[in-house]
């Protein structure tokens, strides 16, 4: 049983510093185009962190390379597992993300096998529903599960083709 079967859609790192990370990647890797989102706050109705309601607030970032998408988060304010993530590790990889059709069944697969699904969440007023699952057995500290709604898919086309 598998607990996500679509599609690896991102990569991201958390980051103290996003606009330096633009840079980096830009100037490094030939990523441009970054769509930042400064300020998107979770409250406490909208996401839990270890099962309790959150209240956080991070600046987001994304661009492509091909047709994966890269997302830089940096933590504003609140706790989260981007602050978590920075205080146990420092900056760096956080976490790839699959695309699923059914968050509440992924999420119910994941736990059924007996992994931690330490936040979740929507943004957006449901643009995305999104789980993190623990995946520090796979080398990576978490595996996003994220199911889209049409806007959200509009919204990465033109961030991905910005004419």
Do not use: N
């Amino acid at each position: 049983m598998t607990i996500a079967s679509g599609p690896v859609i991102q990569v991201c790192w958390v980051v103290e510093d996003i606009e330096a990370a633009e840079t980096f990647h830009s100037q490094h890797f030939g990523v441009g185009a970054w769509f930042r989102l400064p300020d998107i706050r979770f409250g406490p109705d909208e996401v839990t962190l270890h099962g309790d309601p959150a209240d956080f607030t991070v600046h987001v970032s994304m661009a492509y390379a091909g047709d994966l998408q890269l997302e830089l988060i940096q933590p504003v304010s609140g706790e989260s597992i981007y602050t978590e993530h920075l205080a146990r590790s420092g900056p760096g990889l956080h976490h790839i993300c699959f695309e699923t059709d059914d968050l509440d069944a992924a999420v119910d697969r994941a736990r059924a096998a007996g992994l931690d699904v330490p936040q979740q969440g929507v943004m957006g007023g449901g643009l995305m529903s999104f789980a993190y699952v623990d995946g520090a057995r796979w080398g990576v500290p978490y595996v996003e599960l994220a199911q889209l709604s049409d806007g959200i898919r509009d919204l990465y086309a033109a961030i991905k083709d910005p004419r």
